[in-house]
């Protein structure tokens, strides 16, 4: 395997472990045992993890190498409310002809199916940096997602009014149930956030037992 396939692979590999929501917040990420896991070397795996600190995914501090970001309630505000920012500026950038894309065939479990919706919002923007960084906050939000099925009822139907909404609905109303989808987890913030740590501790718990 050349050693492009073989940084692709395990950098696609680590990421899709850190969006799982998976790993303690704040944990060390240790290259030895990623390249272990994922059958590398320790070369692929640092550089997965440089490039995964760039895309602010991963910590890097001085002298005690590379972290999970911490999680914290006014940091999830934050990026709540970014993303809410976003989303506004994308429907806002609609161009006035019908998009070509639907959110009929969005995936079963919620945390896929809104960030699929909220890909769809910035494709159709006219300004693809609405996209890029719609898709950025969404990999940022992916394991608070995770735990909003647990924090939180009625999230499917939420998933499904803005849906919806893009199909049919005026931008207007899309932007209106989007500023209420945020609000929401805002106010949430402080039970998303327990709830993030609790499947964690669960989860490594049940692994002991």
Request: a positive charge; one cysteine or more; hydrophobic letters at 45%.
């Amino acid at each position: 395997m050349n050693s492009g396939v073989t940084a692709d692979r395990v950098y696609d590999a680590l990421k899709r472990r850190l969006l799982s929501g998976t790993l303690m917040p704040g944990e060390r990420l240790e290259p030895a045992r990623f390249a272990e896991q994922l059958a590398s070397s320790t070369t692929p795996v640092r550089d997965a993890l440089n490039r995964l600190a760039g895309e602010r995914l991963v910590e890097m501090r001085a002298s005690d190498g590379f972290h999970l970001p911490l999680v914290t309630e006014a940091h999830l505000r934050d990026l709540y409310g970014w993303n809410a920012a976003l989303l506004q500026l994308a429907t806002q950038s609609w161009p006035h002809e019908p998009s070509p894309h639907r959110a009929n065939g969005l995936a079963a479990d919620a945390p896929s199916a809104v960030t699929m919706l909220f890909a769809l919002i910035g494709m159709r923007s006219s300004n693809p940096e609405h996209g890029a960084q719609i898709a950025s906050c969404s990999d940022r939000l992916a394991a608070a997602r995770v735990a909003e099925s647990r924090a939180l009822t009625g999230v499917e139907a939420e998933i499904r009014a803005m849906a919806v909404a893009f199909d049919h609905g005026s931008p207007a109303d899309l932007r209106k149930l989007v500023r209420g989808y945020h609000r929401r987890r805002i106010a949430a913030a402080p039970d998303i956030v327990r709830a993030r740590y609790q499947a964690i501790v669960n989860n490594r718990s049940a692994s002991d037992l």
